[in-house]
């Protein structure tokens, strides 16, 4: 299901020259956090530059969707827009466009592909949901485009069509077990990728922690929810403690992502109040305020745009951009008794 979205800002922190080779230490984060490339180092200069579009400038017809994707080599970009005015289709199309991250030079677009895709844990295909426009309102499917979900293999350059479900709420190529899950409705399915086929799962979430062990529900309406994996427990005492940390034990949680190296979550609380909590360890690890706008991949950074008080009241201050050193935040916070 497509976000409505006018316009949107990718921020890019580049460490020394600006450069796009793949090897370049800079992390690409968009608005919902979607975009990595290389780690940031600790010392040494930086700068921050906005894009309105990586691949080309800008162009009048376009309305460019709110997400970006770097795949995990660093080698490709996918970014999808709609266009308004479209030659073959009157109502304007979707678009998923993935060029590489070195030339800016288009590999392959996509007709009918919305802001729902995932690269492949090694980058070597890509995942898409069909959407056009009346997706969202049950209308048909303008003539060429088929609903359902679509994989694209880069190294044979084919297309197969692994799902026809027209509406689908969420994807995650999950690098746990290199499988698809994807949201229909309340159920959670799994495309087997060595099968060759949906299975259907018991499942309340589609992002995993990398060893499987753990997952975290994202509902299209909060809260989230974690669960251990290999019997779907709720991990109640773990939630509970989440939200007495950042001094809201009777608010909902928000997921915002796992960090590896940590062996954490990453949650948000009311007035954006985030909580580090160690999985491994069973206890919270760290805490800052922020509006988090993304992390790096595995998870050491957080971009966020800081707090500020405003008339009582604790807001994020979205004309400041800070980076939060995850592990140098872990390290320094008391270990419970």
């Known amino acids: 299901m497509s976000r409505k979205i006018l316009g949107f800002m990718i921020v890019v ?24 490339l290389t780690e940031l180092p600790s010392k040494g200069p930086s700068s921050v530059i906005k ?24 080698n490709k970009v996918a970014l999808p827009y709609f266009s308004k005015k479209d030659n073959k289709y009157k109502d304007g199309m979707y678009y998923l466009e993935v060029f590489n991250a070195e030339t800016r030079k288009t590999t392959i677009v996509f007709e009918g592909a919305g802001e729902l895709f995932s690269f492949s844990p090694q980058g070597d295909a890509i995942l898409y949901a069909t959407d056009y426009p009346g997706l969202d ?4 499917p303008p003539a060429g485009i088929q609903p359902g979900l679509w994989l694209y293999d880069f190294r044979s350059a084919k297309k197969s069509h692994i799902s ?17 899950y994807f949201v229909v409705g309340s159920e959670i399915c799994c495309y087997n ?16 922690t ?38 809201y034990p009777d608010r909902i949680i928000r997921f915002v992502s796992w960090s590896k190296v940590l062996d954490s979550g990453i949650f ?17 690890v760290g805490d800052f305020c922020g509006n988090v706008i993304g992390t790096n991949k595995i998870g050491t950074l957080a971009l966020i745009n800081p707090c500020k008080a ?28």
Request: glycine share 6%; with cysteine; aromatic share 12%.
């Open 164 to 180: 026809p479900t027209a509406i689908i709420w969420d994807v995650n190529w999950s690098e746990h077990d290199g499988n698809i």
């Open 193 to 208: 990728t060595k099968l060759r086929k949906i299975l259907d799962t018991n499942y309340k979430g589609i992002y995993f």
């Open 310 to 337: 405003k008339n009582n009241m604790q807001i994020a201050d979205y004309e400041r951009i800070e980076i939060v050193d995850l592990i140098k935040l872990a390290s320094k916070y008391p270990i419970p008794k």
């Open 137 to 140: 309102d049950r209308m048909p």
């Open 51 to 74: 894009y309105h579009y990586l691949g080309k400038p800008p162009k009048v017809k376009y309305r460019i969707e709110d997400k970006l994707a770097i795949d995990p080599t660093g």
């Open 268 to 284: 948000t609380i009311a007035n954006y109040n985030n909580v580090i909590f160690n999985i491994g360890k069973g206890h919270v």
């Open 13 to 36: 922190y580049l460490a020394g020259n600006p450069c796009w080779a793949g090897r370049s230490k800079r992390i690409v984060i968009d608005s919902h956090g979607n975009a990595y």
């Open 210 to 247: 990398s060893d499987g062990k753990y997952y975290a529900s994202v509902p299209y309406e909060p809260p989230s929810l974690i669960y251990r994996t290999s019997d779907n427990k709720e991990m109640k005492e773990w939630e509970q403690d989440i939200r007495i940390k950042a001094g």
